[in-house]
C-alpha cells in the first residue's frame, strides 16, 4: 500500500511539480526562477525576486538531478548559477533581493538566505563538478563569522547588524542545514567546526528542557522573547529531528539523538491536529494551538523526521502512508500544484504558488523515495 503511494507522489513530483515548474517558472532567457507562479502556471509578480528563491530553485534542481539524472534538470543548474552569482553577489556579499525588473531591491545580506547559498552550491557543485562554486562556500562562511556573528552566539539576523532585532533559531537551523552539506561536499573541518557550534547552541539556548519544546523567539542574549517567546512551531522540531540525524553522522552525539526524540515526541504529541495534518504553530507553555492553519511545509519536515526517528518499521510505514495520503487529499493538484494554506478544517484557501515551497516537497519526498528504496521493495 506505502509503495502505490508513493509511486503517486513521485509521479506527482517528477512529472508534473518540478516538469512544470521547469517548463513555466524558469526564466528561459536569463535562467532564473520566478519568485511565485498562478495556478494557471502563469508568472505571479510579487515586486521581489529573492536571493532566497533562486537558491531554492537551485538545491531542488541539483539534487532531482542527482538523484534521476534527468537532462531537463541538469539544463537549468549552470544558467540559475551563473545568474546568482550575477546578480547577487555584490562587494563581497550577497544582497537579499531584486525588483522585478531585476534591478537591486534590498542589498542586506540575510543570515536565513545565506544558508541556502550553502545548501544550493554544494549540491550544484555535486550534480555538476563545477569548482566555481568552492569560493563562494568559503566567502559565504567568512563573512558570516566576520561580519554576523554575535558575541552571545550565533549570528545576527542580517548585515548590516541591528543589534536590537529579535533573534531567531530559525537562521540557524538552516545554516546546520547548509553547513552539513557543505562538508558533505568537500569534507573541509572547517565546516564541521561550525556543525559543531551551532549544535551546542541548540542544546544551550534554543532548546527549553523544561517544556521539551525548540523555542523560536529571544532577546539577544538567548532569553525566551517576553510577547512572543511562548510561540513555537510544530514543523521545525520535525525538521531539527531530522537535522539533527545528519550531524550525528559527522559529529556522533547521544546528546543530538536525545534531543530528537525529545522533539519529535513534543511535536507528534501537541502539534498534529486530530483531523489530519501539523498546526502552523503552538504554545510552548500550554502546548495549546495559537495557528491552527496548517501550510504545507511543517507536513513535508514531518516526512523527513519519520524517515530517521528510532520506531518500529511497522509504525514508519503507517505515519508515512497516512502522511502522503494526507497531502494527496488536501495539498497536491492536478498539473503539479499545490495548495499552499489549509485552515484549520482542511479546507484549502486560495494562495499563489511560492517559489520557496517546492524546496520542502521535493526534499520531504525525496527523503521518504530514498528511505523506501532501502528498506522496502520500493525502486525509483
Excluded at 563538478?129 to 558575541?151: I, N, R, V
Excluded at 518500529?312 to 499552499?340: C, I, P, V
Excluded at 479546507?347 to 528498506?375: C, D, M, R
Aim: glycine residues 4%; negative net charge; contains cysteine.
Amino acid at each position: 500500500m506505502l509503495n502505490s503511494t508513493l509511486s503517486s507522489c513521485q509521479g506527482f513530483l517528477f512529472k508534473q511539480l518540478l516538469a512544470n515548474w521547469s517548463h513555466y517558472g524558469i526564466d528561459a532567457e536569463q535562467g532564473f526562477s520566478y519568485e511565485s507562479m498562478n495556478h494557471d502556471w502563469t508568472r505571479n509578480e510579487v515586486g521581489r525576486v529573492r536571493l532566497l528563491t533562486q537558491c531554492r530553485q537551485l538545491y531542488t534542481f541539483s539534487h532531482a538531478y542527482q538523484l534521476t539524472q534527468e537532462s531537463d534538470y541538469q539544463s537549468k543548474l549552470t544558467p540559475l548559477f551563473d545568474f546568482i552569482v550575477a546578480k547577487y553577489f555584490k562587494d563581497e556579499r550577497w544582497i537579499f533581493s531584486l525588483n522585478d525588473d531585476l534591478s537591486i531591491k534590498d542589498t542586506q545580506s540575510d543570515a536565513y538566505a545565506l544558508a541556502f547559498v550553502l545548501l544550493s552550491f554544494s549540491h550544484y557543485f555535486q550534480a555538476t563538478g563545477d569548482d566555481q562554486a568552492l569560493p563562494y562556500m568559503k566567502l559565504t562562511h567568512q563573512f558570516l563569522e566576520e561580519k554576523m556573528q554575535a558575541q552571545s552566539g550565533g549570528f545576527y539576523e542580517a548585515f548590516p547588524v541591528d543589534v536590537t532585532q529579535v533573534r531567531r533559531q530559525n537562521p540557524h537551523m538552516h545554516l546546520l542545514e547548509g553547513y552539513i552539506a557543505v562538508f558533505n561536499a568537500t569534507q573541509d573541518d572547517t565546516y564541521k567546526q561550525a556543525i559543531q557550534s551551532l549544535l551546542s547552541l541548540a542544546l544551550e539556548h534554543f532548546y527549553d528542557s523544561k517544556t521539551k519544546a525548540l523555542r523560536e523567539f529571544f532577546t539577544s542574549d538567548w532569553k525566551a522573547h517576553p510577547e512572543i517567546g511562548n510561540q513555537v512551531e510544530p514543523g521545525h522540531h520535525f525538521e531539527w529531528v531530522w537535522l539533527l540525524y545528519q550531524a550525528n553522522k559527522i559529529l556522533p552525539n547521544t546528546s543530538y539523538i536525545e534531543l530528537a526524540q525529545h522533539l519529535w515526541t513534543t511535536a507528534i504529541r501537541h502539534g498534529m491536529a486530530d483531523n489530519g495534518g501539523i498546526y502552523n504553530q503552538i504554545d510552548a507553555n500550554s502546548y495549546q494551538a495559537l495557528d491552527k492553519e496548517k501550510r504545507i511545509w511543517p507536513i513535508t519536515e514531518y516526512l523527513k523526521a519519520v524517515t530517521v526517528i528510532s520506531i518500529g518499521q511497522e509504525e514508519k510505514q503507517h505515519r508515512l502512508e497516512s502522511a502522503l495520503t494526507f497531502m494527496q487529499r488536501h495539498y497536491f493538484l492536478d498539473n503539479g500544484r499545490w495548495n499552499e494554506y489549509l485552515d484549520e478544517y482542511n479546507q484549502a484557501k486560495n494562495f499563489p504558488l511560492p517559489g520557496t515551497s517546492s524546496y520542502h516537497i521535493f526534499l520531504g519526498l525525496a527523503e521518504v523515495l530514498t528511505w523506501a528504496q532501502t528498506n522496502t521493495d520500493f525502486t525509483l
